[in-house]
């Protein structure tokens, strides 16, 4: 059974980073499209990152480009998002997703607070 448990979550100020990390298990993680995706309260889920299977293909969401960069070490099954110059708008729940067909697994999230 495929299990995503994402981490490093919390409350930051506006212009500070965090780092986000998602560990997986119950998969053959190194074939797995990796994504990050965010859900604001009142908002609809949105794809922030995505990584593919290899690492060497990455792609972000036009709001956070230059700002957040996703990684993957696939010798220890994780995959981190690390995000720099936090604005209050990047206040949401990060989720984790593992995507390989038929396997669209989620993790059950971690919240960032960017506030004063």
């Known amino acids: 059974q495929v299990q995503l448990v994402e981490s490093g979550g919390g409350l930051v100020q506006p212009g500070g980073s965090l780092r986000l990390s998602c560990a997986a298990s119950?998969?053959?993680?190194?074939?797995?499209?990796m994504r990050w995706y965010r859900q604001a309260p009142g908002k609809e889920r949105e794809l922030v990152a995505t990584?593919?299977?290899?690492?060497?293909?990455?792609d972000y969401a036009g709001s956070v480009k230059g700002r957040f960069t996703i990684s993957r070490d696939n010798a220890r099954n994780t995959v981190y998002l690390q995000m720099n110059g936090l604005k209050p708008e990047d206040t949401a729940t990060y989720y984790c997703?593992?995507?390989?067909?038929?396997?669209?697994?989620w993790g059950k999230g971690t919240l960032v607070t960017v506030s004063s």
């Open positions: 997703n593992a995507f390989r067909i038929p396997v669209n697994a």
């Open positions: 119950g998969l053959t993680f190194s074939r797995y499209t």
């Open positions: 990584i593919g299977s290899g690492g060497g293909s990455t």
